[in-house]
């Protein structure tokens, strides 16, 4: 499944804007990607938004420079008498790292199969760990952290392992996966959807696209934010989901200033529609269905594919339209348009007015009310969205 960090709120963030959506049909806040949170503040909320987008993007770095840095300081204690902290406590404070490092891997549970038996396999660790599970009669690597029989060090080299690992696996994805596959999305998108080249680029700059360490998510979908696509490193077809969040990237925007407020007089821009949802100022855009059913569809085009897993019943209702006579094109127009209206040259919205007349005659007059129909059905019998 192909879930969403899309665009609803805006929050700063470490001097940056990040863009989340959380669902408002839960009657708890829940992540759309799954994540469920027990904050009952907007500050916890944000607190949660905030590590989320600043986790390590790989797993055990962080401990790794913290029990360096420890063990650099213990040296020094042990060498002279003038250290600020004897060396009993930071020694201390190095166990307790490792055991924070122990506790965190566990809390990996679902990922942990993976560590041990892929990642790790052809690793120097392998064969130790190996002797470790024959010695305790068990391959589960939750078992031998639970009962806390992998030395430390055994413990460090495997993350060693892992960031050694992810970043040659970066380095592939950066270097030889991606820009092909952004050459043939970019010469595919120009021609099935006729964008201009320069049209492209410029919808697509300053795009970052990551991929993420299985270990620190439990997400294997990918995301779109403001300016930042990441890609789960074990996402089940990664060219897929790129290329999906990719025609999220270019789709069409409608940017509206916001009105100055007493305390801020800059007038900020807001994004009212992306693609064919609009952030209509509740919790829960509006037709995000349409959206996401338009955006696979779309990316089925631009990957030459017929069919993909996502997103079926969203591309079945809009199929149901085409069917019912709505011209497909009359969608690819309302997906891509930009709309400005601060700018008098600009017509409002012109492809998806166009889409609403073709649906009024098609449904006597209630074209919009049609597609908040199936909305509200697609909500209640489908956790897609
Ligand atoms: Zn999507």
């Given at each position: 499944m192909i879930t969403e960090l899309d665009p609803k709120t805006n929050y700063h963030l470490s001097g940056e804007t990040k863009k989340i959506i959380i669902?408002?049909?839960?009657?708890e806040p829940k992540f759309i990607s799954g994540k469920n949170t027990s904050a009952e503040t907007p500050t916890d909320l944000l607190a949660e938004f905030a590590q989320m987008f600043n986790q390590?993007?790989?797993?055990?770095k962080n401990y790794l420079n913290s029990l360096k840095r420890l063990r650099e300081e213990l040296k020094q204690a042990s060498n002279t008498y003038?250290?600020?902290?004897n060396a009993d406590t930071i020694l201390r404070e190095i166990e307790a790292l490792q055991q924070e490092l122990r506790e965190s891997l566990l809390n990996r549970r679902t990922r942990l199969f993976y560590f041990f038996?892929?990642?790790?396999?052809?690793?120097?660790c392998g064969p130790q760990l190996i002797n470790l599970s024959q010695k305790y009669k068990t391959d589960n690597i939750e078992e031998l952290l639970k009962h806390n029989v992998i030395p430390p060090e055994l413990l460090e080299t495997m993350l060693e392992e892992h960031i050694s690992k992810f970043q040659e696996r970066n380095r592939f994805f950066q270097e030889q996966e991606l820009p092909t596959l952004l050459a043939h999305f970019k010469e595919r998108a120009e021609r099935?959807?006729?964008?201009p080249k320069e049209e492209l680029e410029q919808r697509l700059s300053g795009m970052k696209i990551n991929l993420i360490d299985?270990?620190?998510?439990?997400?294997d979908g990918a995301s779109y934010g403001e300016n930042i696509i990441n890609i789960p490193e074990?996402?089940?077809d990664i060219e897929h989901a790129t290329s999906h969040e990719l025609v999220h990237a270019i789709h069409g925007l409608t940017l509206r200033k916001k009105k100055p407020v007493a305390n801020d007089k800059t007038r900020k821009t807001v994004k009212t529609r992306e693609g064919l949802r609009f952030?209509?100022?509740?919790?829960y855009p509006l037709f995000v269905w349409l959206d996401e059913g338009k955006t696979e569809e779309l990316n089925l085009r631009i990957l030459g594919k017929?069919?993909?897993?996502?997103y079926k019943p969203e591309r079945k209702e809009l199929e149901h339209l085409y069917e019912q006579g709505l011209p497909r094109e009359y969608t690819d127009e309302a997906y891509l348009e930009n709309y400005n209206p601060?700018?008098?040259?600009d017509k409002s919205l012109v492809g998806w007015r166009k889409m609403i007349k073709a649906l009024d005659g098609i449904f006597s007059g209630r074209g919009i009310r049609h597609l908040r129909d199936i909305e509200d059905q697609l909500l209640t019998t489908s956790d897609v969205i």
């Open positions: 669902d408002g049909v839960a009657e390590p993007n790989i797993f055990g003038q250290s600020d902290r038996s892929k990642r790790l396999e052809s690793t120097v099935e959807l006729r964008l299985y270990l620190t998510t439990d997400d074990l996402a089940a952030n209509n100022g509740r919790l017929k069919d993909s897993p996502y601060e700018d008098p040259t």
